[in-house]
């Protein structure tokens, strides 16, 4: 339990509440701590004001809840509040409409006012050691009525900023003119306010306003409308509000929930069924839905597989459709999809369905099983394309998922045998090539011209090109066979045809 | 959160023999028993509107529809939880955070049969929809097709703004106002208070109540801050509103 808020209450109250409050929560450990503190607290300060015995009750009986250190408001942000359309209604401040008195307003501007915080005066005299403001409004930090208060704030030479070195800042300024400056120091006994037109005196939500000399419409809105509430008495706070442009934004609740910190999603109550650390994370809707889609995508998928069993295989792929529709990325279905595409021969489907499928769940046994086997078919189908090096690569693919498959282990040896029988072949070949004489054209030219044409990017040096032609030996070979992969093998048949 | 034990309610008249039992009681027993019923439904409604992650307005309006439906039909001739349900899916409508009636069905089937599965898409299912979207149209008739509703959080967000300009501000970051008088608002709604006041009185008398207990000291001018804030508003009004709002503390205590 917040023991301040808690003592703060108790002296509003008094000694009544302090008694209703002993006999609702003896079975609070929290505050049985507090309850010696408290008594001594009540007994120094004396009684508080008679209050309606039904919230005393009220009180006593919630404060647990009401007293809880969790329900902290946020502070209220601050920050750009002038943009074009209101976000909502900006609202004279209150005090005008209490009519409350000149003594208090002053005595609580002076206990509010802090550094940092930015008003708006019109200069009322210049001196060499800098001017004086007649204070007329706030425009960050409190929103006040002070314009009648005739407070006298002083802005000294240092604190103005220069604009150019020679000047005499002060130049700048004429009497009555409407000036926004910072407020630098405030002395609450004597009464004096020191302001400053440095941007470093703003406290940080306010950095982002222009401070020095301002026209009449730059004017907190606040502050003129306060202007013609105070000349209109007929204008009420409530008249005002719903005259406001602000206050008809649709987006007016959740702005001002933001704003003062209060939030709508994990919402606040004081009943104790309805506290949010009693809401289950199974019980809200979305994780119904989810669980409910998979389930229906099930049922879906059950009457796919017995489709396909029966050989209807396009009313099979309507379900799996279906359940894909109902649950997207729902595995069974991705799997048992994989499998009929897989069948009607669309491997490159089949694959994308299945990866997918493992993406979701590494360990579906199905998955795996399948998308090997899918996977050892379609590297046999590059290996009629002669794309060896790829289907190479698909073998050892499907031998990680699954390597107990026999056709996948058979497939990649026999692979892996070609592609360096083939290799060794090509090298045994160029090896045993006489040089060739240099002709016009350099050979290396030659050799970069054909492989421009080929539109590969083969970038050896000119030694390197040099020494193929003067003398092919291994070495050169196996430097272009171990920098380029999968141009491996098309080197070698480019590199065969031109020299057999 | 205890559900009634009754089976998943699906029948929009119930038997004519208990109804008829019900009155000759006597008058007042037989408010108080519907007041309880409302108190449980209203509940209900503001568990839905969590779960569906509703903001405040839809789920005060989904209240605000329930109470005045039953301002003139008989609690005896409809199943008050299918009218809620209806309600809770209209609010959405007219306040435009439109909720799915899948969903609405699934938390609710939840709700009654606590830890189940949720209901496949079944025959028992599509009736439960066909109910929902029947009863709303029902609703719809017997209010007229005035569904707009005109609530207090607006006014009550704004009285908060001002009202935080007057108090020094780390004072008022420490005490969480803003958090219970939002607290005691949304609570109001399970009894129909909500409809027997205008809502910038709502809103006063919830601001009112927060402040006094956590006794946050106002300045205080020609006029008191509420006086200000609402010309119409009296003190007789607040005391009137906060001893309902209490009463329906006490009856939590009662009914769940």
């Known amino acids: 339990m917040d023991r301040d808020l808690l003592r703060h209450c108790l002296l509003y109250h008094g000694p009544s509440l302090f008694n209703t409050l002993k006999c609702e929560q003896t079975e609070n450990p929290d505050f049985q701590e507090l309850l010696s503190e408290l008594d001594k607290a009540l007994h120094e300060s004396g009684f508080g004001e008679p209050n309606n015995p039904l919230v005393e009750q009220f009180i006593a009986r919630k404060a647990d809840i009401l007293f809880s250190p969790a329900w902290k408001t946020a502070k209220v942000k601050e920050g750009d509040e002038e943009p074009e359309e209101e976000p909502y209604a900006v609202m004279p401040p209150l005090e005008l409409f209490m009519e409350v008195s000149q003594e208090e307003r002053r005595s609580i501007l002076y206990r509010d006012l802090e550094k940092g915080d930015v008003v708006v005066g019109r200069i009322s005299n210049i001196r060499d050691y800098g001017f004086f403001l007649k204070v007329v409004c706030m425009a960050g930090g409190l929103k006040r009525d002070i314009e009648d208060l005739e407070l006298s704030a002083l802005c000294h030479i240092s604190e103005i900023p220069s604009h150019r070195s020679h000047d005499d800042p002060l130049s700048y300024f004429q009497i009555n003119d409407l000036v926004r400056a910072g407020v630098k120091d405030i002395d609450r006994y004597e009464e004096k306010i020191t302001l400053s037109l440095r941007p470093a005196s703003l406290s940080h939500s306010w950095k982002h306003l222009k401070l020095g000399v301002i026209t009449r419409e730059e004017l907190p809105v606040q502050y003129s409308r306060s202007i013609s509430a105070a000349s209109n008495t007929a204008e009420t706070y409530e008249c005002i509000l719903g005259g406001c442009h602000g206050y008809h934004n649709p987006c007016v609740v959740d702005y001002l929930l933001d704003k003062l910190g209060v939030s709508d999603t994990q919402p606040p109550s004081m009943m104790r069924g309805l506290q949010s650390k009693l809401f289950k994370e199974e019980d809200f809707a979305a994780a119904i839905r989810k669980k409910q889609s998979t389930s229906w995508a099930l049922k879906c998928v059950r009457a796919g597989v017995d489709h396909f069993k029966h050989g209807r295989h396009v009313e099979a792929m309507n379900e799996y459709n279906k359940a894909l529709e109902i649950d997207t990325n729902n595995v069974e279905a991705l799997v048992a999809r994989g499998a009929l595409y897989a069948n009607k021969g669309s491997i490159m489907k089949a694959i994308t369905d299945f990866e997918l499928a493992l993406e979701n769940s590494p360990d579906h046994r199905n998955a795996k099983k399948y998308l090997c086997q899918t996977l050892v078919e379609r590297g046999k189908q590059l290996e009629g394309q002669e794309k060896l090096v790829t289907a190479e690569g698909l073998y050892r693919r499907a031998l990680s998922l699954d390597d107990s498959n026999p056709e996948a282990k058979e497939a990649l040896n026999k692979i892996t045998d070609t592609i360096q029988k083939s290799i060794r072949l090509r090298e045994e070949a160029l090896a045993k090539e006489p040089v060739k004489a240099k002709s016009g054209e350099t050979s290396a030219e030659k050799l970069r011209k054909i492989l421009k044409e080929e539109k590969r990017f083969i970038f050896l040096s000119e030694l390197e090109y040099q020494s193929m032609y003067q003398g092919w030996c291994n070495y050169y070979c196996n430097r272009i066979i171990d920098h380029y992969t999968e141009q491996k093998y098309k080197c070698n048949t480019f590199f065969g045809s031109h020299f057999s | ?256």
């Open chain 2, 1 to 256: 959160m205890d559900a009634p034990s009754s089976r998943y309610p699906a029948a929009l008249n119930r038997a004519p023999g208990i109804a008829g039992r019900r009155e000759s009681c006597g008058e007042t027993e037989a408010d108080a028993r519907n007041t309880k019923t409302h108190f449980r439904v209203c509940r209900f409604i503001m568990e839905l509107g969590v779960k569906l992650c509703m903001r405040s307005v839809p789920v005060a309006t989904a209240c605000v529809l329930y109470h005045r439906f039953f301002k003139r039909a008989s609690v005896g001739a409809y199943e008050p939880y299918l009218v809620a349900m209806s309600c809770v899916y209209l609010a959405g409508k007219v306040e435009e955070q439109h909720i799915r009636t899948r969903d609405i069905i699934n938390v609710s089937h939840r709700y009654f049969n606590s830890g189940s599965c949720p209901l496949e898409c079944d025959k028992e299912f599509w009736e439960l929809r066909d109910s929902v979207v029947q009863c709303e149209l029902l609703v719809l008739r017997q209010l007229n097709f005035h569904v707009s509703v005109e609530h207090p959080h607006k006014y009550l967000l704004h009285y908060l703004l001002s009202v935080s300009s007057l108090v020094n501000r780390h004072a008022w970051s420490r005490t969480p106002v803003a958090e219970t008088s939002w607290a005691l608002l949304r609570d109001c709604y399970h009894g129909d208070t909500c409809i027997r006041h205008t809502p910038q009185h709502i809103a006063i008398a919830t601001l009112y109540l927060a402040i006094n207990s956590y006794g946050v000291e106002l300045p205080v001018g020609e006029k008191e801050w509420w006086q200000a804030l609402c010309d119409d508003v009296t003190k007789e009004d607040i005391d009137t509103i906060i001893s309902e709002l209490l009463q329906l503390y006490d009856m939590e205590a009662k009914c769940i």
